[in-house]
């Protein structure tokens, strides 16, 4: 798997050398799509209307269980789409009354039975997602 690279607030990088478009490839580029499709809405993206765990679905619901359930499988469901990532765990927590933590960990697809994870917010008033891969 090859991927440009991006920031985590999705700027693509330029490498300073030569001026043209940093790559990423095994795990780190699987990193960057999980989080692409965690902060994508179905739609958004015109090259693929369906990609993306539509998390914005979730504005102004309660931070109960119920909804972070409804939350994790949104996250398994798009992760398993295309078979992107095979049997993802995703827990959500509750950090405050409008902030949900959530933790997708996977299988390496470089180093067999290592697991990786990534680190996300999601903020149930806006709908805005911040992610970012624990393990580079």
């Known amino acids: 798997m090859k991927d440009f690279k991006i920031t985590d607030d999705g700027m693509f990088v330029i490498a300073a050398s030569s001026g043209d478009l940093e790559m ?8 960057q799509q999980i989080i692409f499709r965690l902060k994508t809405f179905k739609g958004d993206w015109t090259l693929s ?29 798009e992760l398993a789409r295309g078979g992107l990532v095979i049997s993802p765990t995703v827990t959500c927590i509750q950090l405050s009354e409008e902030e949900v933590y959530i933790l997708v960990e996977f299988a390496s697809i470089e180093t067999s039975g290592k697991k990786l994870q990534i680190d996300s917010q999601l903020d149930l008033r806006t709908g805005k997602v911040f992610a970012r891969a624990l393990n580079k």
């Open 24 to 31: 990423v490839e095994g795990d780190a580029a699987l990193a």
């Open 49 to 77: 209307p369906d990609c993306g765990a539509s998390l914005e679905q979730f504005i102004g619901q309660p931070n109960t269980r119920s909804t972070r359930n409804l939350i994790e499988q949104a996250i398994k469901s």
